[in-house]
């Protein structure tokens, strides 16, 4: 039985108890707002079997998080590169992964990932679909069948991943629209650009669509916690908030409401290249249509002239979305839209959305985030050099700016002011 039923049944499970102490959220009212849909905890039954690891609920009322991508690609596909990205990811503060892996042996390299992995781990099934199907022919939409897409979404749920991308509301009703559009950069999800071209090829509608009701049943089977994607997200300013990402949005609130009727976790996901003007109305209609379902945003970027600089427009993005009631923030590295992230490009981007999510946490009233930044400033304040490091959210990074230009009053000051430290002169008069 998922987390979902069992709360609509009034059982207060195991994992509901740990996520609440986590976060020093009331029990009861946890399993509440999980049995209305405004609460998951992915944790899929076969992955959590003989080997607990750290459980993460997101939704209404809980702390904002992170989840870091990582996963190989045609070019760049050994397994203990990314196996070294996810330790980045964990020991940056992450608290989910997703394996997108697209290069050498998905399925190995999933379970690898899986066995190490200590935090919550997702996958998108579509893109092992697209490369079996690679595999059979030059032309992968043609080669590619509607029961490959079931099949992959059967086997990640099957090696015990704990929620899933599936890209169920990009129909055929969205293709007209599509072609009326002036979109300048089209549509940017791989996900959803691979189903669109493939409706458009065979004349069929979405397989993940037109076969909600089975993909439901295979993901109620194991607990795993779906997030409907956002296949038709603006890649680009100039297509936010356009008829084709609100027509898919509706999709998506009808498939959230049926999977929330089946006993089946579900979150929404969300764009992408937004306007900063824009953000707050985005999160405010998502919640509205999906009756307060968590909303998993990647980014949002707020400008499209920043390459490698990109954690930093998608923090500014994503702290006003979460602000606003996002409650889960994919990072983006600095390398997006340019290469496969490297080990470093995931610790700054998992920093980044950390900051990100951190400061909406504070507009939010989390009590945690406050303690936090006031258990900050005390330090800072007392000059207690060690108990700000301690505190901080990157002590490595800290304390190497700090060694960087030492004074020769270190222990009671900075190099920036040196014997003028407002705190310092103020200490010296009372």
């Known amino acids: 039985m998922t987390q979902l039923l069992k709360a609509k049944k009034g059982i207060i499970t195991e994992e509901m108890r740990r996520v609440a102490k986590d976060e020093g959220y009331d029990t009861e009212a946890l399993r509440k707002n999980i049995a209305e ?3 998951v905890i992915p944790c899929n039954h ?13 939704g209404q009322g809980l702390r904002t998080k992170v989840n870091a991508n990582i996963g190989t690609s045609q070019d760049y596909h050994r397994i203990e590169e990314e196996l070294e990205k996810l330790k980045a990811a964990e020991k940056a503060g992450a608290d989910a992964v997703m394996d997108l892996s697209t290069g050498g042996n998905l399925r190995e390299i999933r379970r690898r990932v899986m066995e190490e992995s200590t ?15 690679s595999t059979r022919g030059p032309s992968i939409i043609k080669a590619m069948k509607a029961a490959d897409m079931l099949d992959a979404v059967r086997r990640h749920c099957e090696d015990g991943v704990d929620f899933v991308t599936v890209h169920c509301g990009a129909t055929k009703g969205i293709l007209k629209l599509l072609n009326e559009s002036k979109r300048v950069c089209g549509v940017v999800s791989r996900g959803g650009v691979f189903l669109v ?4 090829t065979h004349n069929k509608e979405n397989p993940l669509y037109e076969n909600y009701d089975e993909l439901l049943d295979i993901a109620r089977e194991h607990d795993v916690t779906l997030s409907l994607g956002d296949g038709m997200r603006p890649g680009a300013l100039a297509d936010s908030f356009d008829r084709v990402q609100v027509y898919e949005l509706n999709v998506l609130a009808e498939l959230c409401q049926r999977a929330v009727e089946k006993g089946v976790q579900v979150m929404i996901e969300g764009p992408g290249h937004v306007p900063i003007n824009q953000i707050t109305a985005q999160v405010q209609l998502q919640k509205e249509l999906c009756h307060g379902a968590p909303f998993y945003v990647l980014g949002p970027i707020v400008t499209d002239v920043a390459p490698g600089y990109d954690h930093i427009t998608s923090a500014i993005g994503g702290a006003i ?12 590295t600095p ?6 992230p490297k080990v470093q490009d995931v610790w700054d981007g998992v920093m980044a959305a950390r900051i990100a999510a951190h400061a909406a946490d504070i507009a939010k009233g989390i009590k945690s985030a406050w303690e936090w930044d006031k258990t900050m400033s005390q330090m800072r304040r007392e000059r207690n050099w060690e108990g700000q490091f301690a505190t901080c959210i990157d002590r490595e990074r800290a304390e190497s ?3 960087t230009r030492p004074t020769s009053d270190n222990d009671n000051v900075c190099s920036m002011c040196g014997h003028y430290c407002v705190f310092k002169v103020a200490d010296d008069h009372t």
């Open 401 to 403: 700016f700090r060694a």
């Open 335 to 340: 390398s997006e839209h340019l290469s496969l």
């Open 46 to 58: 076969r992955r959590n079997v003989g080997k607990p690891k750290g459980l993460l609920g997101i």
């Open 321 to 332: 979305a979460a602000s606003a009631g996002a409650d889960f923030l994919c990072y983006v």
């Open 119 to 133: 935090i919550t781990v997702g996958s998108v099934p579509i893109y092992e679909a697209v490369v079996d199907a």
């Open 37 to 39: 849909g405004k609460v």
């Open 197 to 200: 071209e493939w409706m458009a």
